[in-house]
């Protein structure tokens, strides 16, 4: 083959257009997006089904201090914390948790009964709320989910608002999920 032929383009060589690669590629990060983002959101809906699974466990704990002291957890400021539980200690009136016991404990020496090993300080990114009324024997907890359309937010509203408007003095939010006294 000749340098003229070469350069004169008489010979077809195979391979793909500047435009058919760009087509390719920007269908490629097109699609990459999309995943990144379902992937994203099915992390957040995970992150607000362990709030949900936290926020019934301490819910638990909460009925079985009940049954102990035949009276819920006060709420109070703790460790620069406000709205947070004060049932531990010997006599279930101090900060959780207490040193050397675990997080939510009460009675004897300050830890003979356990009623939750580890609290869920942080639910997901998200701190939760604990309100308690003596005058009713009432407790509230909230915290915020990330998916703000969750279902279940609503449904936490009709079980609890009328529970928690007087304890945190408004009614929940729309995004706030909460659990509370039966």
């Not at 077809?12 to 994203?40: D, P, R, Y």
Request: charged fraction near 20%; charge should be positive.
């Amino acid at each position: 083959m000749k340098i003229n032929e070469i350069l004169k383009g008489d010979k077809k060589v195979g391979g793909f257009t500047l435009i058919e690669l760009l087509v390719v590629i920007s269908i490629i990060g097109i699609l990459a997006t999309l995943i990144v983002a379902n992937i994203n959101e099915a992390r957040g809906r995970a992150r607000d089904a362990r709030t949900k699974q936290d926020m019934y466990q301490l819910k638990t704990a909460l009925k079985l201090y009940y049954n102990d002291h035949y009276k819920y957890p006060a709420a109070g400021k703790c460790n620069s914390k406000y709205n947070y539980i004060r049932g531990c200690g010997a006599l279930g009136t101090d900060c959780c948790p207490v040193d050397g016991c675990p997080e939510f404990a009460a009675g004897g020496t300050g830890c003979a009964t356990t009623y939750m090993n580890k609290l869920p300080v942080n639910l997901g990114n998200k701190t939760f709320s604990y309100y308690y009324s003596s005058v009713t024997d009432t407790y509230c907890i909230k915290t915020d989910l990330e998916n703000k359309s969750d279902a279940d937010i609503a449904n936490s509203w009709s079980a609890c608002n009328s529970v928690c408007s007087p304890l945190i003095r408004r009614s929940l939010q729309n995004q706030e999920y909460a659990v509370c006294s039966d």
